[in-house]
């Protein structure tokens, strides 16, 4: 069956604009998770979604970055005014809900360059 | 709050030599631990995870690894790697109660050689 995907797959912007990066999580699943790989580091949790619901936020590094999730199906993640240390690639990922230990399943993630 | 380290950021192995990737983490919780693969250009894929029961844990392509609690370690070994077996490894830990999210350490890049 369709994995998670993500679009686009590279998006290389100019530092103070806003990008919208898209997650479509498998079918089913009703959690979902933003992850953040900058180049030397491990991952970085973000935010995840329960439903429509986002019960933790708590590693959006500022106020610039938001995401919503519509329909408990796709997601899109928003940075507004892009600084050149938000380049990184963004992994989104789904399970079957938030019990854990529910196994998530990536998508191929974003890779944001901000010049 | 919980982290994982896994100290080697590279390692390089030949062929059909044994291999172990070491994971530790520190939680003040009972945790769920995990390895994933990231191959080139790739998403991550589950290779194992420890839920509980046995601490020995069998995966995907070969690979085992051992959950040990006093040395609160989960390191990652497998027998005989193969040139395909190059790519980027990932331990994680997630919390009992946690909502599933899970702490990932820096990653591991194997590198096999012939």
């Known amino acids: 069956g369709a994995g998670v995907s993500q679009s686009p797959s590279n998006k290389v912007t100019e530092k103070g604009k806003d990008v919208e990066l898209r997650c479509d999580p498998i079918?089913?699943?009703?959690?979902l998770y933003w992850y953040r790989q900058s180049l030397g580091q491990g991952l970085e949790f973000l935010i995840y979604?329960?439903?429509?619901?986002?019960?933790?936020k708590s590693g959006l590094p500022s106020d610039r970055f938001s995401a919503e999730r519509t329909g408990g199906s796709v997601s899109t993640l928003t940075i507004q005014r892009t600084q050149q240390e938000d380049s990184a690639v963004y992994l989104c990922?789904?399970?079957?809900?938030?019990?854990?230990?529910?196994?998530?399943?990536f998508g191929p993630g974003t890779r944001l360059t901000v010049l | 709050a919980q982290s994982v380290t896994q100290l080697d950021s590279q390692v390089p192995v030949f062929e059909e030599a044994p291999v172990e990737l070491r994971c530790n983490y520190s939680?003040?919780?009972?945790?769920?631990l995990f390895w994933y693969v990231q191959y080139p250009n790739q998403g991550l894929q589950l290779l194992l995870k420890?839920?509980?029961?046995?601490?020995l844990v069998k995966g995907i392509n070969g690979f085992e690894a051992e959950f040990n609690k006093s040395q609160t370690s989960f390191h990652l070994r497998k027998p005989s790697v193969h040139i395909s077996d190059t790519a980027e490894y990932f331990c994680?830990?997630?919390?009992?109660?946690?909502?599933?999210?899970?702490?990932f350490g820096t990653g591991t890049q194997l590198k096999v050689e012939l």
């Open positions: 939680s003040s919780v009972s945790v769920y």
């Open positions: 990922a789904s399970s079957l809900g938030t019990s854990d230990p529910n196994e998530q399943f």
């Open positions: 420890y839920l509980s029961g046995s601490t």
């Open positions: 994680a830990v997630g919390l009992t109660g946690g909502g599933n999210k899970l702490t």
């Open positions: 079918s089913g699943h009703t959690a």
């Open positions: 979604f329960q439903g429509n619901s986002a019960p933790d």
